[in-house]
């Protein structure tokens, strides 16, 4: 909580140093210096993941589980993102008939070949990171433990930058509290969309997968949230489950981050802003807001915040 709350004051002062302080749109330089944060972010997350014993000797056991689960909610985080958002009479930008489009949200040439661009980029910084993580950093260092604490570290650093890059972005397009208003209750549908599409994928593979149903349900409704739900489940007896859960949550992180600007540009912004489910909200919010608009940004820190709070009540009432 206190996270949340030093996230959303970071992105707070950036976003009023933007629209009331600074003069001149200096958003390019702040794009790039974003850009590094976000790379130097993915190869730290790697890296993290290869040093850490216990989860690389669970690739084997549990590690297809997770990545299966994690597919099958973003399918379902889609599929949904996609009924709802034409429910809403939204177009593939998350826009409404009547909003006025900027010349931002409407350019698509090259886009593809950027966001290709990217998602080799993010892939190769996490593979490298991975496997730095784990031929390398072993070599290098004495604790393990003060090694995942110190990348923590650094990844919390990166991921202000990352905020404070949005936050500012954001105040050079324009009024967020008038952009909210003209959102409306639409702001619910993402949320709904990524809690329905991933509890309707959970349900599924409860009764043909190997997990039972509340402990897939409980796994698929971590959405990505691996500090949290691994530990209310692990807690409750299911150590398989737990693993499967942990595993999960953190490829729904990083593949997020991989696979938004694929989705941004093949499928639609709502659908690729559906996918991070909780980190919606922090770590693949920035992605969000590189390869979407201001508009669905907005969506994704909201549905990522209501997606975090549903996950300590929901797990435990599964789990339990």
Known sequence: MLSMLKYMVIMAAFYILSDKVVKGDY????????????????????????????????????????????????????????????????????LGAKHIRSDVETAEEGTGLNSLKSTV????????????????????????????????????????????????????????FGKIRSIGFRVLGLPI????????????YGVYGPLSIKESLA????????????????????????AVSFLHNIFREVLSMLLIP???QRIGYFEAASLPGSTGMDCCLPAVKKYTNGEVAIMSLISGIICSMAVTVLVPIIIE
Not at 27 to 50: C, E, H, N, W
Not at 224 to 242: Q, R
């Open 27 to 94: 958003g390019k330089p702040v794009q790039t210096f974003s850009d590094m944060a976000l790379y130097t972010l993915v190869f730290i997350m790697g890296m993290r993941i290869g040093a850490n014993e216990e989860v690389v000797s669970r690739l084997g056991s549990v590690g297809l589980q997770a990545l299966a689960t994690t597919f099958l909610a973003f399918f379902g985080s889609i599929g949904m993102a996609f009924l709802v958002r034409t429910f809403l009479m939204l177009d593939r930008h998350g």
């Open 262 to 264: 694929v989705v941004a």
């Open 121 to 176: 980029i993010i892939f190769s910084l996490v593979a490298v990171g991975m496997a730095c993580g784990h031929f390398i950093v072993p070599e290098m260092i004495v604790d393990p433990d003060e090694f995942q604490e110190d990348a923590g570290t650094m990844i919390d650093i990166c991921l202000c930058i990352l905020l404070a890059g949005v936050g500012y972005g954001l105040g050079i397009e324009g009024n967020i």
């Open 219 to 242: 796994v698929f409704m971590g959405m990505g949230w691996y500090g949290m739900a691994p530990a209310i489940i692990l807690n409750a007896g299911h150590a398989t489950a737990s």
């Open 193 to 204: 969309a990524i809690m329905s599409g991933t509890a309707v994928m959970g349900l599924a």
